[in-house]
């Protein structure tokens, strides 16, 4: 068990790319193995709160995974300011961020769903966890 009280999952396959380098539809491609179908992406922040979330998710599959979390955080930023707040500064984010998907794992009960953590960091090797969440 990690530190965040997660278990690796050994029934992902083994992903040898750096993210930097990982394209949306790659990425898909690995979290909906067997069956699973991708229903949600989030980033979450260091305080707790998310950055994003959407169910049906729609992506550029070219779009490279670094890039797609950039071009949110700038998104981000852009609305804050309209708003009329701060913009964060880039080490609010930390050295690592967490793209969170909801998977629905196809097993016919929509109250059960994988919460797998993919842990990004830039020109590094990635990680996913995963942990089982009844919804609420």
Do not use: C
């Amino acid at each position: 068990m990690d530190k965040a009280g997660s278990l690796p999952d050994s029934s992902y396959p083994k992903v040898d790319m750096e993210l930097h380098s990982l394209t949306m539809k790659q990425l898909f491609e690995v979290l909906e193995t067997n069956g699973r179908r991708v229903t949600g992406l989030s980033i979450p922040l260091r305080n707790g709160a998310f950055l994003f979330w959407f169910e049906g998710v729609h992506y550029i599959p070219q779009l490279d995974v670094e890039e797609f979390i950039k071009n949110e955080l700038m998104k981000d930023n852009d609305d804050r300011v309209k708003r009329g707040r701060k913009k964060r500064a880039p080490e609010f984010f930390g050295r690592s961020v967490a793209i969170e998907a909801v998977v629905d794992t196809g097993d016919g009960d929509d109250k059960f769903r994988e919460h797998l953590s993919i842990r990004y960091t830039p020109k590094e090797d990635f990680s996913i966890h995963r942990r089982v969440n009844r919804a609420l």
